[in-house]
């Protein structure tokens, strides 16, 4: 069995340090400018989900409940949570509030005004918006009087949580035959001169 190594404290083992510490990176470029990339894909995902359907004339709503294992979360609540990962993790490291999605999606027309209202959101920040989040400690409702330095909680929870959701979703539409690959998954990058 794997066991993460213990850290903090009583456990005689200092955490070594991660590498927003070591290089501080501003959150926004970290975080959010990747989550916003990684959505926009996600969008054009289901855009080729949809496509897809129509070549093989069947309803894109298949989608909507599809799952690749029985005790998983259909395609409609990977959707939803790395919705979710992505606009807590800008809230919580900036200090504001998120905005309060109900999860009644039940569309892929309702999917994609739900990842599009989560990158409109991201969008509205800049870099001063995450000014000392690296040392902002992030509550988490599950472990009552526990949390995370904002670095930490990007690194160790946020962002695998992210990528967690985004990676199913994604993993479920190639499952049930759309025609996606790496490139779909990375997306743009920026190609410089070399």
């Not at 054009?44 to 069947?58: C, G, I, L, N």
């Not at 200090?95 to 989560?118: F, M």
């Amino acid at each position: 069995m794997l066991r993460a190594p213990a850290h903090g404290p009583g456990t005689g083992a200092a955490r070594p340090p991660n590498s927003l510490q070591e290089h501080p990176k501003p959150m926004y470029a970290a975080a959010i400018t990747q989550f916003t990339k990684m959505l926009e894909n996600l969008d054009r995902w289901v855009d080729k989900a949809t496509q897809h359907a129509t070549a093989k004339k069947f309803d894109p709503a298949v989608f909507v409940t599809a799952r690749i294992a029985p005790d998983q979360y259909n395609f409609t609540r990977q959707v939803q949570a790395a919705c979710d990962a992505a606009k807590f993790a800008a809230a919580r490291l900036s200090g504001k509030e998120p905005p309060k999605h109900p999860d009644t999606e039940t569309t892929v027309e309702e999917l994609r005004a739900r990842i599009a209202s989560t990158v409109a959101y991201l969008k509205g920040f800049g870099p001063a918006d995450f000014e000392g989040a690296n040392a902002r400690i992030v509550p988490l409702s599950w472990m009552p009087g526990q949390g995370l330095a904002g670095a930490d909680y990007l690194v160790e929870l946020a962002s695998p949580n992210f990528y967690f959701h985004v990676t199913t979703a994604y993993a479920i539409l190639r499952h049930n035959g759309v025609d996606l690959g790496k490139v779909d998954y990375i997306g743009s990058i920026n190609l410089r001169d070399a």
